[in-house]
């Protein structure tokens, strides 16, 4: 009875070592590109991250305004950034296929959101917009891998009935544009993108 139960552990063991060797172990050699391994960026034309630092430039005017509780002049720095987001030369960049084409996509929802700001007459419309822009705008960033100046991705967390929402700023400081001037320092910094030159 002692020889089978050994038998069978031995037997056991066997199968174990053969299942990490050859089904776990093998994973971990795999080179292929996997959903948790982020895409590289072969580098990019400095026409694209030149238009790209306008785009982001543009952006931050729309969220001074916003800040400002100022829809009135909304709709025409709406147009400077939707002009700088569609100037964007995707193909000048050196990327895989698979990057492009998420760049491109990001690109045309930025330019999406940007329209429907710039044709929104209301502060709660444009601020919507804004939160849509924004988080495009951050993942278009880290896609490209942006190397301007550093950009702070910041939240405020009574956007909106306290669902929340993210906004990107040149600093630290926060200027709150879903708030505006009822309560301007409402948020704080969740993340950064400042990819080296």
Not at 69 to 87: M, N, P, R, T, Y
Not at 101 to 106: D, F, G, I, S, Y
Not at 148 to 174: E, H, K, R
């Amino acid at each position: 009875m002692e020889r089978k139960i050994l038998a069978v552990l031995f037997l056991l063991a066997i199968v174990g070592y053969g299942f990490f060797f050859f089904v776990i172990k093998g994973r971990t050699g795999q080179t292929e590109n996997t959903p948790n391994t982020p895409m590289q960026l072969a580098g990019s034309a400095d026409a694209f991250s030149s238009a790209l630092t306008t785009c982001v430039t543009s952006y931050y005017e729309l969220t001074a305004q916003l800040a400002k509780d100022d829809s009135s002049q909304i709709g025409e720095v709406a147009k400077g950034f939707l002009d700088a987001a569609s100037q964007l030369p995707v193909a000048q960049l050196k990327a895989d296929s698979n990057l492009i084409k998420l760049t491109e996509a990001l690109q045309q929802n930025i330019v999406k959101a940007a329209t429907n700001m710039r044709s929104s007459s209301t502060l709660s419309e444009q601020r919507k917009q804004l939160q849509i822009t924004s988080d495009l705008l951050f993942d278009l960033l880290r896609t490209t891998q942006y190397k301007g100046a550093t950009v702070y991705q910041q939240f405020c967390p009574m956007a909106f009935d306290n669902t929340g929402a993210n906004w990107l700023s040149p600093s630290p400081a926060i200027s709150n544009p879903y708030m505006g001037q009822s309560m301007p320092t409402c948020g704080s910094v969740i993340d950064s993108i400042h990819f080296k030159p």
